[in-house]
């Protein structure tokens, strides 16, 4: 039976921040950032407000496909450090009040991981989906065994066995999901996740976790698979956490995960919420991607209708079993600063991400406006086709200003990803140094959000005006507005309490270029305001 927990306290209130190690922070100079590197730059998360930090995945591997094709579960991939390394970088996180959450690849592993090879190799062997014959998406076998088998993504991802939902006589691969090797895969998964667990990390974010069970309609066993994990989770660790790649979610939720993302890919129903918002056509954008506008434009042209009608049914769903993530990016969609947008109008987008009653998950480099980059060479399985290069969001963490320390120190050669030429790219430490820039807007949004419950993601919400600006109260207390567009916008919103920001009954709280007077709101373009109503 699913928990109907929604999870533990600590997540209820949690600002994410996703590394990709690879590009954080390069500790010896190779080139390839590290689990030192990190370590080294914890003081900035605890500076900013993160409490709760997810690594890209940092397992064995060949890194045909940046470290999702796992060769073993078990062992840190060399470029990163050693088991020792993670542990005493978890340990070190802890210590400043920051949990580290793992990338959990649950559905396929490397074509190089031991037990493909031996799968490979041993016709009886059921880890994997094998056919006897060619079949439309299989790939042909690379060891002895005769047959195909199934991959997960790309061809170098084989799709471990979960089994099917529907069999059928003429498709004799097709197992049940109680099968011997579903069930081995099953016990893997769990034994993957006791030794991490063990080892200090506070839970996983599970990639396409809604793609183990095949042939699977409405998810219904892939949910049962999850649900059995979380009940174990539950009794076993039950101050960790399951964060699902599903981009639904009601079904993750349902599915036994403490909380989900919105996704930026996907169809309609999935993608689209979450593109309305961010998506200006520039960086990962695959043609059926394509929109006329997103709300956070500088032309004012979109409507933040798509999300706002997608996250309350989502809400309405999850009540009281789990958390929606609401992220400003990852690594394979484009950066909030991707195309015409400029670092002006990334204020109001943090605004909103910090004041809506969600997760907040920001994308390393987002807090200080670093740029997609386009048209960079295919990195480690980047690049998918030529309208969709992921190598653009994951470029080297702007630490300095000028080139980047530790990964420009490398023989160009060696560097994982060039770094940003721009000699007036954003850095952390010129941002620092200014009390006015984006970096010191995202902290104080994220302490004002610690500061007044009212504003995370318990708190109500209800919208009193869509278009520009948008407006809405908080746990019928706060008010904000955000004006992403360039010219100013304003509204007349009854039961408003008349005054000026300084008078009694509109409390400033946090404002940039928005005034409330007669009953009025104001906004500039490009601007936000969080004010307490009293």
């Not at 074509?111 to 790939?139: M, Q, T």
């Not at 430490?429 to 993601?457: C, E, F, K, N, Y």
Request: net charge negative; proline share 9%.
């Amino acid at each position: 039976m699913t928990s109907t927990r929604p999870g533990p306290d600590w997540l209820a209130d949690a600002v994410l921040y996703q590394i990709y190690p690879q590009s954080f922070a390069d500790s010896d100079g190779d080139g390839i950032g590290d689990f030192a590197g990190i370590a080294e730059h914890l003081d900035h998360l605890a500076w900013l407000g993160v409490d709760t930090v997810w690594l890209n995945p940092c397992f064995a591997s060949p890194f045909r496909d940046a470290g999702y094709d796992v060769a073993d579960y078990l062992t840190p991939a060399p470029r990163y450090g050693s088991t020792e390394d993670l542990a005493a970088l978890v340990e070190a996180a802890r210590g400043k009040g920051i949990r580290v959450l793992l990338d959990l690849v649950a559905g396929h592993t490397s074509d190089r991981h031991p037990w493909f090879l031996a799968s490979a190799e041993d016709p009886s062997d059921h880890r994997y989906i094998w056919s006897d014959r060619p079949v439309d998406g299989f790939v042909a076998s690379p060891g002895s065994r005769p047959g195909w088998y199934l991959p997960n993504f790309f061809d170098c991802q084989p799709a471990l066995n979960f089994g099917y939902a529907r069999g059928s006589s003429e498709e004799p691969w097709r197992q049940a999901v109680d099968a011997d090797g579903p069930r081995a895969n099953r016990a893997a998964l769990r034994a993957i996740m006791a030794h991490w667990l063990g080892l200090g990390v506070s839970g996983f974010r599970v990639d396409m976790a809604y793609s183990l069970v095949k042939d699977d309609p409405g998810k219904v066993e892939t949910a049962k698979l999850w649900t059995e994990l979380r009940d174990w989770l539950d009794r076993a660790h039950p101050e960790a956490v399951l964060l699902a790649e599903w981009g639904d979610p009601a079904a993750a939720v349902t599915a036994g995960f403490h909380a989900d993302f919105f996704l930026h890919f996907g169809g309609a129903d999935h993608g689209l919420p979450l593109r309305s918002l961010w998506n200006n056509n520039g960086g990962t954008v695959e043609e059926f991607w394509h929109q006329e506008a997103c709300y956070f434009e500088a032309e004012g042209r979109g409507t933040p209708q798509p999300f706002l009608d997608a996250w309350r049914s989502a809400a309405e769903l999850t009540e009281g079993g789990g958390q929606i993530v609401l992220p400003t990016a990852n690594h394979d969609f484009s950066r909030l600063a991707t195309g015409p947008r400029t670092a002006e109008q990334l204020a109001p987008a943090f605004a909103f991400l910090l004041t809506w009653p969600t997760l907040p998950a920001v994308y390393y480099g987002d807090e200080i406006g670093m740029r997609y980059l386009p048209g960079l060479p295919d990195t480690e399985g980047s690049v998918l086709g030529p309208r969709f290069n992921r190598a653009g969001s994951r470029t080297p963490m702007q630490w300095t200003p000028g080139p980047t320390a530790g990964f420009s120190s490398a023989p160009p050669e060696r560097l994982y990803l060039p770094v940003d030429p721009d000699p007036h790219r954003p850095d952390v430490l010129s941002q620092r140094a200014d009390p006015t820039s984006l970096l010191h807007t995202v902290r104080r949004l994220i302490a004002l959000r610690r500061a007044h419950p009212g504003l995370g993601a318990a708190g109500g919400v209800e919208v009193r005006h869509t278009g520009y600006p948008l407006v809405y109260t908080r746990a019928g207390r706060y008010l904000v507005a955000v004006n992403p567009r360039r010219e100013p916008a304003s509204v007349r919103l009854p039961g408003l309490p008349a005054g000026v920001p300084s008078a009694p009954g509109v409390r400033p709280l946090e404002v940039q270029g928005v005034r409330v007077a007669d009953g009025e709101l104001r906004a500039d373009g490009f601007s936000y305001g969080v004010f307490e109503l009293g």
